[in-house]
């Protein structure tokens, strides 16, 4: 076994000489390589390429770009905040989102703007044709089909001990050479899926894992782990009795992802709408009933908490009764995605589990539900840009991070790929990164990155600190001028981005001129009489929550000095909210600056842990030494190091800065 393991050990090493060889004997470079045609990898090989950069885009199969593997929506509560930052960077989904979605809502409208979650049902055939197209009109992109069976590191560098990643090896033998490379495998890696006891090497229905290239970066000595998630089975449209289900129709009318866009695609009347049903006691039974085969839900394998199949909501909650959302997959598609039922059953009691519920006594399975298990890389092993620590050049984007949902994918891509592009598009050697205090990007990456994940990360609005600024409605107000000047945000966009806020200021300013005393506004509007009389602006009235004033009541009463915003329901709505969280916005701004100051302490990359003058117990100098965090921000997060510690870390910089000077 021994001599073995010497064979492979010295197989492998001649596979890396014959790489670099061939790596120096070809003069064709690229700036930036991506490898995966999912969520992340759209968005990675889009950014790159919207930057200048000469960019290489591989995947398995051209057919299979911009595929929406699970749920056939985008969006929700947190995730709705994620596609319009996506956008507010010039992101592509939200507006291939605009142009193929069948049912558009607003999730949380009962609770303030600040935590709505702009949401959409999506025809995956149509968001696919349109992402295709977005990314074959993309200048300074090109796209093959080909599979990645390992990356091309060069030598040790200053910077990364790992050394410097300058390509890949396909599988047919050719070396593509880059100076940056972004991998953005999702679930593929060294995965299988799982129905009931069987199990297939595949990492989605119909297609291969990519073995190799997990292989090769656990040769890397990246901390690797498992996860697994699921999907559930497909149903027949023509076979379900939506006669007994709860119907529920988009929002009239549809709101749009993009802040390009005013409207969606699709009229209000032409909406599909979605069908709630709920599981029965017989749902319980059956899962019970056959756990002994049903392989993925008895592995020890982490799965999605906040997605979970219904095996562990059963198991979990026991009899209780879970919804099971009927969504449409699109306007020509006879399948119903049953959401809420995710299962791993063998196929003939996925048959029996479907027709427990309300309205799908006779529902025929087109397809079964299934489990996927796969690698993922310990997310400290990356810096906020997504860029590994081990190795220079080398970013990772998406579910190979252990993230789960389309929307956190794409977040990431945007990312790695502007960063990856910024490797060779700024020689000051800038980077893009996005605070905690800027964006729930921001939120994203740092808790991957500080804290790490050992069950698939999703979004959701309780993560941020700062949600009263960071909204929906605000993304490109925070994100679009910062994208702008790292080069990732096009100039038609910014000029829109810049006709939108001068718009916004002015009716603001508008508003704000117009002050009157508040019996007059009361009378006038025709409110409850206030005790106390006190001079307020139109501003200042319209972000009263009590009063819910709107402003086309403003104009009513002041058409000549409000007359410009008549008309324009998205400006409405936007000074509206403006004006409802001005106050409490105004208020947190302090708590911003105290976490802004500490992310601009930067903790130098080769501060000793173990110094007897930083006093640090041996649990705190491990986490530390694991997760080397950038800043003292980003340190004062991670579990187990104490207050106390902080303190010392930012002396221990403070003095450190001062000896520079």
């Excluded at 972004?182 to 679930?187: C, E, I, R």
């Excluded at 219904?310 to 959401?339: A, C, M, T």
């Excluded at 993560?463 to 605000?474: I, K, T, V």
Aim: contains cysteine; glycine residues 8%.
């Amino acid at each position: 076994m021994q001599q073995l393991r010497h064979c492979v050990r010295d197989l492998t090493r001649r596979c890396h000489h014959f790489v670099r060889s061939s790596h120096t004997a070809s003069g064709d470079v690229y700036d930036v390589v991506v490898i995966g045609g999912g969520h992340a990898g759209t968005e990675a090989s889009s950014a790159a390429a919207r930057m200048g950069s000469r960019t290489l885009l591989l995947t398995h199969k051209l057919e299979t770009i911009g595929e929406i593997s699970c749920n056939p929506s985008f969006g929700g509560i947190g995730k709705g905040h994620l596609m319009r930052e996506i956008d507010a960077l010039d992101g592509v989904c939200a507006r291939c989102c605009d142009v193929s979605g069948v049912h558009y809502k607003v999730l949380n409208r009962r609770r303030g703007p600040a935590v709505w979650g702009p949401r959409a049902q999506i025809d995956r055939q149509l968001y696919k044709r349109a992402v295709q197209r977005e990314l074959n009109q993309t200048p300074n992109l090109e796209i093959r089909a080909a599979a990645v069976d390992n990356i091309i590191i060069e030598g040790e560098s200053q910077e990364s001990q790992g050394g410097r990643c300058a390509g890949v090896l396909l599988a047919n033998g050719e070396v593509v050479r880059s100076h940056s490379v972004v991998l953005t495998t999702g679930t593929f890696l060294r995965a299988h899926i799982n129905i009931g006891l069987e199990v297939r090497p595949a990492g989605r229905m119909g297609d291969q894992p990519a073995k190799a290239l997990g292989e090769a970066i656990d040769r890397l000595g990246f901390r690797m782990g498992r996860l697994k998630t699921g999907t559930p089975p497909r149903i027949a449209k023509s076979s379900v009795d939506f006669s007994q289900l709860q119907r529920h129709d988009g929002d009239d009318p549809p709101t749009p992802f993009s802040f390009l866009n005013s409207e969606v695609w699709i009229p209000t009347k032409d909406q599909l709408p979605c069908y709630l049903t709920y599981t029965t006691p017989r749902v319980s039974d059956i899962v019970k009933n056959n756990l002994h085969v049903n392989r993925h839900v008895t592995e020890e394998i982490t799965g999605p908490r906040y997605c979970p199949s219904i095996e562990s909501k059963i198991l979990r909650f026991g009899n209780k009764v879970h919804q099971v959302w009927l969504e449409p997959e699109g306007l020509d598609s006879n399948l119903v995605y049953p959401q809420g039922i995710s299962c791993t059953l063998p196929q003939e009691q996925q048959v029996e589990l479907v027709h427990a519920i309300k309205g799908l006594e006779k529902a025929e399975l087109v397809q079964p539900g299934y489990g996927v298990e796969y690698d993922f890389i310990d997310p400290r092993e990356l810096y906020p840009t997504l860029e590994t620590k081990r190795v220079k050049g080398l970013f990772f984007a998406g579910q190979i991070n252990g993230t789960t949902g389309y929307e956190e994918a794409a977040a990431q891509g945007i990312i790695a790929g502007a960063n990856a592009a910024g490797k060779t598009r700024h020689a000051d050697k800038k980077q893009l990164t996005i605070s905690r205090t800027e964006g729930y990007i921001g939120v994203l990456i740092d808790d991957l990155t500080s804290l790490g994940t050992n069950e698939p990360y999703r979004m959701f609005t309780s993560r941020a600190e700062f949600r009263l600024s960071l909204r929906p409605d605000n993304a490109d107000m925070r994100l679009t001028q910062k994208g702008y000047e790292f080069g990732l945000v096009s100039q038609h966009r910014y000029q829109h981005f810049q006709r939108t806020e001068e718009r916004l200021q002015s009716a603001v300013d508008s508003l704000s001129k117009l002050r009157k005393h508040t019996h007059y506004w009361r009378q006038a509007l025709d409110l409850p009489k206030a005790k106390a009389s006190v001079e307020k602006t139109a501003f200042d009235m319209l972000g009263i929550p009590a009063d819910n004033i709107s402003v086309e009541q403003l104009i009513k009463l002041h058409p000549k000095e409000l007359g410009e915003l008549r008309d324009d329901r998205n400006l409405a709505e936007r000074l509206k909210i403006e004006a409802l969280y001005s106050f409490f916005v105004d208020e947190q701004q302090r708590d911003v600056e105290d976490v802004r100051r500490e992310e601009r302490l930067t903790i130098p990359s080769d501060i000793d842990y173990f110094s007897k003058s930083l006093s640090l117990s041996n649990e705190e100098r491990q986490k530390l030494t694991l997760i080397q965090p950038q800043t003292i921000a980003a340190a004062s997060r991670i579990q187990g190091v104490t207050p106390s510690t902080i303190v010392r870390i930012m002396k221990y910089v403070k003095k450190a800065d001062m000896a520079k000077v």
